[in-house]
Nanobody
Framework: EQQVVESGGGLVRPGGSLRLSCTTS????????MSWYRQAPGKERELVAR????????HYGDFVAGRFTISRDDAKDTLYLQMNSLKIEDTAKYYC?????????????WGQGTQVTVSA
């Protein structure tokens, strides 16, 4: 069974940092493009960051503005998102997505999300 589990969310003050992790199982991470999305209440889900297989392509949402870093460790079947200089508007539920490099429609896995709350 394919599983995607996010962790590392929590409550942090503006300007603080968090490191999210996404642990996968049941599939070979190395052939999946990996992404972080987020969704705030009343808003649509938006792409935070995406990293391709072999890390040859990395893309961030415009709002990231150099504050976040996405990385992956295929040996550990884990994706990371280091978030620095957090803002109140970063408050959202953060989701991990795994999309097969060659069959994205057939093999597309989502986690349940981890809540990030930025508040003074």
């Amino acid at each position: 069974e394919q599983q995607v589990v996010e962790s590392g969310g929590g409550l942090v003050r503006p300007g603080g940092s968090l490191r999210l992790s996404c642990t996968t199982s049941g599939f070979t991470l190395a052939v999946y493009d990996m992404s972080w999305y987020r969704q705030a209440p009343g808003k649509e889900r938006e792409l935070v960051a995406r990293i391709s297989t072999n890390e040859d392509s990395i893309h961030y949402g415009d709002f990231v503005a150099g504050r976040f870093t996405i990385s992956r460790d295929d040996a550990k079947d884990t994706l990371y998102l280091q978030m620095n200089s957090l803002k109140i508007e970063d408050t959202a539920k953060y989701y991990c997505n795994a999309q097969h490099k060659f069959w994205p429609g057939a093999y597309n896995h989502w986690g349940q999300g981890t809540q990030v709350t930025v508040s003074a």
